[in-house]
């Protein structure tokens, strides 16, 4: 009678596994979508607030430099520092730009493993509900064989 319990086993593996897989596969989309919402937010509000911050600094700067009254010609001290400020607010910028794209593709990254876990996790439950079918198998063939019936493959 105990391959009762193992068919029991069986039905309890398929179903743990396949619930295991849906509950990845909702987290995996959980992630996906907060992965595209950091997008949008880097792309639409971040990011122009940062290069709106970059112009107000320049223009600090390009004042600032007006002030000395010093002539503002290429190849002059003036020209040069407003020179190397934009090179580092482009720089920084790239920066910035490179560590959205890196997180964006971590975050569809992360979703994707998560869904693979769920994939596993119902597989697992799959071999698991297998197994417990041949121990059942064996278990009644025992119980058949014990109980003096005649095989089929002595026939």
Excluded: C, H, W
């Excluded at 398929?14 to 909702?26: C, D, P, T, V």
């Excluded at 020209?79 to 607010?89: F, G, H, M, P, T």
């Excluded at 482009?90 to 975050?107: K, M, V």
Aim: charged fraction near 25%; glycine fraction near 8%.
């Amino acid at each position: 009678m105990s391959f009762i319990g193992n068919i029991a086993a069986a039905q309890s593996a398929k179903a743990i596994g396949k619930y295991n897989e849906s509950m990845y596969y909702q987290q995996a989309q959980l992630q996906r979508k907060k992965t595209e919402v950091n997008k949008r937010v880097y792309e639409n509000i971040d990011r122009p607030r940062f290069v709106k911050q970059q112009e107000s600094a320049y223009d600090f700067l390009f004042v600032q430099s007006l002030k000395t009254g010093a002539e503002i010609r290429e190849g002059t001290s003036p020209y040069l520092v407003l020179l190397d400020a934009k090179v580092n607010q482009a720089t920084d910028l790239a920066i910035e730009d490179y560590n959205s794209t890196t997180a964006y593709y971590d975050g569809i990254n992360q979703s994707l493993l998560l869904q693979s876990k769920g994939i596993g996790e119902r597989f697992k439950g799959e071999m698991t509900a297998r197994s417990e079918y041949a121990k059942a198998i064996g278990s009644m063939a025992g119980n058949y064989y014990k109980s003096g019936g005649t095989s089929i493959l002595a026939s």
